[in-house]
C-alpha cells in the first residue's frame, strides 16, 4: 500500500517464493538427465513468462511480465544458486525476442515460437557472460 501511495496503482502479480531445500538439486520424479544436468549445471536459468507449449515444448510468451525482482533472504555463499545472474544476458535476450517479434503485433506475441531464437541467446550468455 505504501508504494501505492507513492507511485500509484502498480500492475504486479502475486508474489511468488522459491525454497531451497538442503540437498538440492535432486532429480525430480521423471526427469531426464539432461534436464536434471541443466538444473544442475545452468542454475535452471529461464526468462519468466516464456513456458514450454505442447509436447514439442515449444518456447511461448504466455505470461508477459514488464519487469521482476529477485531478492535472497538468506546469506548464500557466491557458488550457490538460489539466486543467479548471468550478467549482460538480459541484452542477450532482448536482442533476440525483439528480431524474432519484429513486426508482429504485441497481440499475438503469444503464438510466435521463440524456441529457436531463446536457445541460441542461452547458448551464448552461457559462453559470454559472467555467472
Do not use: N
Not at 39 to 57: F, M, N, T, Y
Not at 103 to 109: C, E, F, I, Q
Amino acid at each position: 500500500r505504501a508504494a501505492e501511495t507513492i507511485a500509484g496503482s502498480l500492475p504486479l502479480h502475486a508474489a511468488q517464493v522459491s525454497v531451497v531445500y538442503p540437498g538440492y538439486p535432486r532429480p525430480r520424479d521423471g526427469e531426464g538427465a539432461a534436464a536434471f544436468r541443466y538444473r544442475q549445471k545452468r542454475d535452471a536459468a529461464h526468462v519468466d513468462g516464456l513456458l514450454p507449449i505442447g509436447p514439442e515444448r515449444q518456447r511461448m510468451l504466455r505470461e508477459r511480465h514488464a519487469w521482476l525482482l529477485g531478492l535472497p533472504l538468506s546469506e548464500t555463499s557466491a557458488g550457490a544458486s538460489p539466486l543467479v545472474v548471468w550478467e549482460g544476458s538480459h541484452h542477450l535476450m532482448r536482442r533476440a525476442f525483439a528480431s524474432a517479434l519484429d513486426g508482429v503485433d504485441p497481440r499475438d506475441w503469444a503464438d510466435v515460437d521463440l524456441t529457436e531464437p531463446y536457445h541460441a541467446a542461452r547458448r551464448e550468455a552461457f559462453e559470454t557472460c559472467d555467472r
